[in-house]
């Protein structure tokens, strides 16, 4: 029996953040994700690292938090964060007297708003609208959260803790009325293993109700589903809000060579089963272009949508299923002991990406105090890069492969070179192109994989050992299969223009070509839900 | 746009790849005067440099399984509006015949005929049913039970032998990897295909690449390497290769630049040009209409636009994939020279990526004279064809078409063009 003091269940920002408080704190740490790091919500987000400004009118906790956990992130962590700064801008059709209490709200929560005019908003972002009306600077930035998952992962590995990937927790240990450690199930193999823990940290997110339930603990998360679009084009310099009460398409982030404009709220059945609909990219495009002219003619690249876990315990007064704008941002730690009589476990629900190390300080806190033994939180002050750490840009790829003896790109979009895709996959023995396309944005160029795919197959099938090729082929093909099929997911709902140009290039690829429909493979391939056109 | 009228001309083809190419070079070699136009190189440099016909049929439960006789009842296999249809039993053999006559002639012969498939390997080790195929392909015929070995070239990131390899063998042939060196090959230098491809098109380099190679190759019956063996048509570096190393040698195409489609492109070039036609590669092409009628072509290039007038116009400007047509928006298509009604269905997509696509069958409406016409069956323009890619009702993906609809609409377009009578679809079968 492998015994652990805290078992953490979720391998998104808040277990990362929390295995990564533990083990600093010299706890005996173990987190066990069921895919990939940031498999959930934390790897399907806009990446915005809120100053906190978006929610200073109508909820101050959430502010607040974000504006501190904003100057301690961009300090821990500027490996992943990009420091671009943000604007809220009013067009001249937003509601003019949402300014007031927005700077209000500001002062109050210790966020800096300076307000520049609009002439000065275009000189350094020329392709923003002239139809503003007022324009704050605020200290938003760009967060990339796969870079800053795999750095929180390394600087746990490195404290001392255990982070354990593709293992599905299929029960939990409770005995008379304790959890004491939960079932553990890994994904590829089928094998089964009890892990005993003196607490069990649930940090699941929006499959949080699932877990507590295997106590027999309700919770109810509420998945909010929300769609992004990345387009082809780093079209600002800038984080872009506009100035007006938080709603659908209101942002727009630049993240390395794309910017994503976000986010719709749709409330959903399931966590897993949920498919974006063509009036969300409508709208989003429609909103992009009163924030960009001419946006509706750019390349969108992709779309994809993750669900936010919408967590109050009693729910505020009108807010049905129907708004669940109107439901926190805030997070809670939930002490089954005292709320539910069941020993042993805690919840980490609701929250967000920019305050994620924040939640992790509380949930330890109330750990320790469970254990016994108090110690303090030291995460704030632990930087997670080491010293002079830069913000990756695809430059520096680039000054890489210049220098580098074994320049061979195998994705020439994002400038992964053969041998980071070799050492990617030695270091992580994964068989799914898509955690590399996590760990290398290998394929999350404007190709969506088209070339990559195929040379990362063949490198993956190199590293296979002889002894199992029987199977190993079939296991490479469906990676490859998978790989372009999840690809797809994300481009169906935006294909139309260059999509559909390169669409049929990959196609005839991939289908005539290289014949790769005929591949044996492991497993069917999985179909997502969509929606039909209309 | 006002525009200076230049050369006139019998006929003007507006695209360049396969059946743009062909349609020229047809009729510049009957007689009439011939412009091919087009903005870029066509769909030729990104295929296999092979000729599908029909490569796969769905059952009643929608499996999709290899043709073998690709001419075998081909007009029953087909729906009435599927453009080798439209066009014809007469000009897919015929088209056919033509362009492997065309190619023979050039000294890049094309074996195969409509009776049998090749079935050829891919770069991923699957079998590829072709019909037909440049000699070079064809000792990697998966019928043949002899043992195949299957090369990389260290630094040539297009190809990877022990994948390829190991899926053959998981099919149950007898199949394994190598990995040779390419001489003198600098290890900061990306070796691309079109690259090494004009390296070998110098005969010492490779004698020097057969010294190296043929250490590894000791009782080897067949070798199967990345189609990058000489851009010249003449047959050259494999021919010459095979013969130093002493084994049967064969290229396998891989992904884009297509080195075998790059030699048809120059078969084609050459072709056209040597019976007096004129290829223009480069300007953005719009359509010439005045009162409704089609009266040639306009070419947008640095110099400002150009008016070149023709009789009859062939339209070969390709699908999606190549901006004949284009989807500005969600669920819109339009063709983008002439602004042709588009054959669309409310359904684009299917969920899995493999599918059949809806979409891939969308296009240009044509009758038997390959004329567009429109919802109605009415001619739209009598003086414009529509050929190839741009075409609806074939998916070349999902059927394994995609020159065959290039081939037999460009022959029977041609036809049709200079006055011979378009042949009645439901008459013959090849």
Known sequence: LISTELLIIGGGATGLGVAWDAALRGYKTLLVEKGDLTHGTSGRYHGLLHSGARYVVRDARSAADCARENLILKRLLPSAIEDTGGFFAALDEDPPDYAEPFLLGCGAAGIPAEEISPAQARRSEPLLTPRLARVFRVPDAACDSFDAAHAVAGAVRAAGGEVWLRRRVVGLRVERGRVGGAELEDVRTGERLTVGADLVLNCAGAWAGQIAELAGCPVRVTPGKGTMVAMNYRLVNTVLNRLKPPGDGDILVPIGTVAVIGTTEVVVESADQYAIEPWEIELLMAEGEKLIPRFREMRALRAWAGVRPLFEERPPEGAGDADSRLMTRAHAVLDHAARDGVEGLVS???GKFTTFRLMAEEAVDLAGAKLGSRRPCRTADTPIDPPGTRFHVLR????????????????ECELVTRAEVEAALEQSGSTVLNDLRRDLRLGMGPCQAGFCAFRAAGLMHRQRPAADEAEGVEEVNSALLEFLQERWKGLRPVMWGANLRQLELDLSLYRGLLGAEALPTARPPEVYPTEKTA | VSARVQAAYDVIVIGAGLAGLFAGALAARAGARTLVAARGQGGLPLGPGCVDIWGYSRDAQGARHIVQDPGAGLSAR?????????????AVTAGLAAFQALCAEAGYPLAGSLDRNHLLPTALGTARPTCLAPESFLAGDLRDPSPIILADLRGFRDFHAPHAAANLRRAGHAARAVALDLPRWPARRA????????RLDVPAYRAEAADLWRPHLAGAARLGLPAILGLSADQWAWRDLSERLGLALFEIPTVPPSVPGLRLFNVLQDTLEAAGGRLILGPEVS??????????VILHSAGGPRRYAAPRLILATGGFRHGGLDAPAPGVARETVLDLPVLTEPDWYAPLYW??????????????AMQPVDAEGRVLHANVHAIGGLLAGADRHDEGCREGVDLATAWAAV?????????DPQATTP
Do not use: I, K
């Open chain 1, 348 to 350: 980490v629900v609701g």
């Open chain 2, 78 to 90: 087909l729906a009435p509006e599927h453009p080798l249809r439209l066009a014809g039993g007469e």
């Open chain 2, 191 to 198: 070796a691309f295909a079109t690259d090494l491809a004009r």
């Open chain 2, 415 to 423: 036809q049709a063009a200079f006055g011979q009578p378009a042949p």
């Open chain 1, 396 to 411: 520096q790829r680039l000054e890489a492969s210049e220098a580098s003896p074994r320049p061979e790109m195998a994705c």
């Open chain 2, 287 to 296: 359509g010439w209409v005045e009162a409704g009628a089609v009266r040639g």
């Open chain 2, 355 to 368: 599918d059949p696509h809806p979409y891939a069958r969308f296009g240009v409406r044509v009758n038997t």
